[in-house]
């Protein structure tokens, strides 16, 4: 059986930061790429950062601007979210999910999900 468990959400104030780590299991984890969604109070689910099984990153704005950063270590089954200057904006549910086949931005393409992470920022 595949689970995908994400930790380390929570309560932070505005340009603090949190790490998530998403751990898998049942799968060859080395073999898939990884990648963090996110879904704020009424609004639909919205990519973050996907990594390849080679480690390499796939990212969005705030991960050009080096607020987000995703790594993994392949050893500990293990993918993480580093947020740093959190804004009240960032604030939702945050996901992790794995492919198969490589780090995409669209969700529709991830086989499997956790089921996620409350990720709170307060002004």
């Known amino acids: 059986q595949v689970r995908l468990v994400e930790s380390g959400g929570g309560l932070v104030q505005a340009g603090g930061s949190l790490r998530l780590s998403c751990v898998a299991s049942?799968?060859?984890?080395?073999?898939?790429?990884m990648g963090w969604f996110r879904q704020a109070p009424g609004k639909e689910r919205e990519f973050v950062l996907a990594?390849?099984?080679?480690?390499?990153?796939?990212g969005n704005a705030d991960s050009e601007k080096g607020r987000f950063t995703i790594s993994r270590d392949n050893a500990k089954n293990t993918v993480y979210l580093q947020m740093e200057k959190l804004k009240p904006e960032d604030t939702g549910v945050y996901y992790c999910?794995?492919?198969?086949?490589?780090?995409?931005?669209?969700?529709?393409?991830?086989?499997?999900w956790g089921p996620g992470t409350q990720v709170t920022v307060t002004s």
């Open positions: 049942g799968i060859t984890f080395s073999t898939y790429a």
């Open positions: 999910a794995a492919n198969l086949f490589a780090a995409e931005r669209d969700g529709s393409a991830y086989d499997y």
């Open positions: 990594i390849s099984r080679f480690g390499i990153s796939v």
